[in-house]
């Protein structure tokens, strides 16, 4: 039950960020880890799920394991970019220091994660809401007035033709056509997500879409160039710092890059020669060229932080923009398609009152 526990239980980024914050602050304290950890304990719900995990955690260190160790026997909670984290923190004597390095990059994650979701809530709304309202008059107002469409004698403009054949099949056959739609979306991101050549189509397709893909790639970027930067200058080597770069990337296709880059360097060679590999053609040009003259300066760690702060700056301003982009166009859409049913109503009716008067 224990084992299960363990593995099935998870923390979001902001409890991760919390709890390894809160116990470097109290060692920064002077007090010990096994001390630190009671502490947090006593400070938690009983029945929390962080609770558990802080049992767990005391009980290892009370047994003289390290906090490294222990941590890993959560690999849903805590990745092997925080376990490692630990590891050279208590290998080095700074373990305090790194906990806070650590709650740093959860936060900074964290931060780009919700700039992306904010920026397309917006977008999502305002569809949703155009499609809400057109379903509306589709299925609820246009069948109460479409007799009065066929009773008439006049010949029907072309647009509310289009518009009676969709109502019709949308009150016929709508909520079929949800449970078809909503089940083959289910069934699609289950295989993206459970394949992976499919997932690799998917995610090189999304990175060569023009917005879409410049925050995916500049989100990928900033995350692994931090990543890469913390465990430099945590004194891991190079080699063992891009495995755990690219065990910890989400996106396949950046993933297959550090993977490359990882394996040239394990064999000694410079990072300079995996610049040009079919891997790494992802990679802005900007990134390849400072990251060359990093590792030929020996500064590579600092030049990955300032690419960080580099791509979560374009970022920041690319998600700022979008509302701006996209708004014009969501409207345009928005009027054009109420504004199209609203046409295959109004048409009938005056051509009725003109015969009528006529």
């Not at 060692?27 to 558990?52: E, F, I, W």
């Not at 610049?275 to 003259?293: H, R, Y």
């Not at 690319?318 to 928005?334: C, G, Q, R, V, Y």
């Amino acid at each position: 039950m224990n084992r299960l526990f363990q593995h099935h239980t998870k923390w979001s980024i902001k409890e991760q960020s919390f709890f390894a914050k809160r116990l470097s602050f109290l060692m920064s304290a002077g007090l010990p880890l096994l001390d630190s950890l009671q502490l947090l304990h006593r400070q938690t719900n009983v029945r929390s799920r962080s609770n558990k995990v802080l049992d767990t955690l005391i009980d290892d260190i009370a047994s003289g394991y390290y906090l490294s160790k222990s941590l890993a026997r959560f690999p849903t909670i805590f990745g092997q970019f925080a376990v490692n984290i630990v590891k050279i923190g208590e290998e080095s004597g700074i373990l305090s220091q790194n906990l806070n390095y650590l709650a740093a990059e959860l936060k900074k994650k964290q931060i780009l994660r919700r700039k992306i979701i904010s920026a397309l809530i917006y977008p999502i709304i305002i569809t949703l809401a155009t499609l809400g309202i057109t379903a509306f008059l589709m299925i609820y107002l246009f069948p109460k007035i479409m007799p009065i469409f066929t009773s008439l004698r006049v010949d029907l403009p072309l647009s509310t033709k289009i518009v009676i054949a969709i109502s019709s099949f949308l009150h016929h056959w709508g909520l079929a056509s949800l449970i078809g739609l909503s089940s083959s979306l289910i069934i699609l991101a289950t295989t993206i997500k459970k394949n992976r050549p499919i997932r690799r189509w998917y995610e090189k397709l999304l990175l060569k879409l023009p917005v879409l893909g410049t925050m995916i790639k500049n989100y990928n970027l900033a995350n692994a160039s931090r990543t890469l930067s913390l465990l430099l200058q945590s004194n891991m080597t190079l080699n063992g710092a891009l495995a755990i770069t690219a065990e910890t990337s989400e996106n396949l296709i950046f993933k297959n890059t550090w993977q490359t880059w990882a394996e040239i360097a394990n064999r000694g060679e410079c990072l300079d020669f995996a610049l040009n590999k079919e891997g790494t053609k992802v990679l802005p040009d900007i990134f390849k060229q400072l990251v060359s003259v990093g590792e030929v300066s020996g500064n590579l760690a600092d030049t990955l932080m300032y690419l960080s702060e580099l791509y979560e700056q374009e970022l920041d301003d690319i998600t700022k923009d979008l509302s701006t982009m996209i708004e014009p166009a969501l409207m345009i859409f928005m009027g054009l398609l109420i504004g199209f049913i609203a046409i295959s109503i109004i048409t009938p009716i005056y051509s009725l009152t003109q015969n009528l008067h006529g």
